[in-house]
């Protein structure tokens, strides 16, 4: 217990020194990562340390994507994609709490392993429908009115962003199905993280448009109906 627990310390300070060495993220940023990567794996194991390294690999690579034609266009990641410790907190803080609850009650670490990985599909899937769907949508809508909208406004969608977020989480499905064995998860979870992404832009075209609500704010709302959706299939899958 003592060596795993040293090894996955040495896996989660390596990814801190990389991801600020990398400009991925800000050093408080990658102190919070590190915290809330001890909490998931605490919780969940190796499986759902694995979908934050997952999550976060997918979300780097497709921010850099084409990364000269979005800032020709005026979309590219602020502060040059490094992220903080808001967007830290945002995207991975409900995994943070289960991970964190998971391990005070172990008996609830199964269904909390679950939820954790519907919080990671919804933001795999918002990350990926914005950032690829910005490159390769072709017509976009509000998602309140379903009239032509510009692209990148908060709460524009577009088909094309929508199903690259369906295939970013389904790819946390086969993930996570790998690590406790395949089932209904391989379905419930790309299910869930798509009411995450569309929860999103509803959030966006509404109370973000309007500032009652700031995008870290949306985002983290977007984990917590993502893990919530995937809570709802497994009580009506029981």
Request: contains cysteine; positive net charge.
């Amino acid at each position: 217990m003592i060596i795993r627990l040293g090894f996955v310390l040495l896996l989660v300070s390596l990814g801190m020194v990389y991801s600020v060495r990398a400009r991925k993220l800000t050093v408080v940023a990658s102190l919070v990562g590190g915290g809330v990567g001890l909490l998931i794996y605490l919780g969940t194991g190796f499986t759902g340390l694995a979908l934050l390294g997952l999550f976060f690999g997918l979300g780097t690579a497709a921010s850099a994507w084409k990364v000269a034609d979005k800032r020709r266009l005026g979309l590219a990641e602020a502060n040059k994609g490094r992220r903080t410790a808001g967007q830290v907190l945002a995207n991975a803080g409900v995994a943070g709490l289960l991970g964190l609850l998971s391990w005070q009650y172990p008996a609830l670490a199964p269904l909390g392993g679950l939820l954790l990985a519907g919080s990671f599909a919804a933001a795999t899937a918002d990350t990926l429908a914005s950032e690829l769907g910005n490159v390769y949508g072709h017509r976009f809508y509000n998602i309140l009115t379903f009239r032509p909208d510009k692209r990148g406004l908060d709460g524009v969608i577009s088909l094309e962003g929508t199903l690259l977020g369906l295939a970013g989480s389904a790819v946390l499905a086969v993930a996570y199905c790998l690590g406790v064995g395949w089932g209904p998860a391989l379905w419930w979870l790309p299910l869930a993280g798509t009411v995450g992404n569309l929860s999103d832009s509803l959030l966006g075209a509404t109370l973000e448009r309007r500032q009652y609500l700031g995008n870290n704010a949306v985002n983290f709302l977007n984990t917590a109906i993502g893990a919530l959706a995937a809570g709802v299939l497994w009580w009506l899958g029981r």
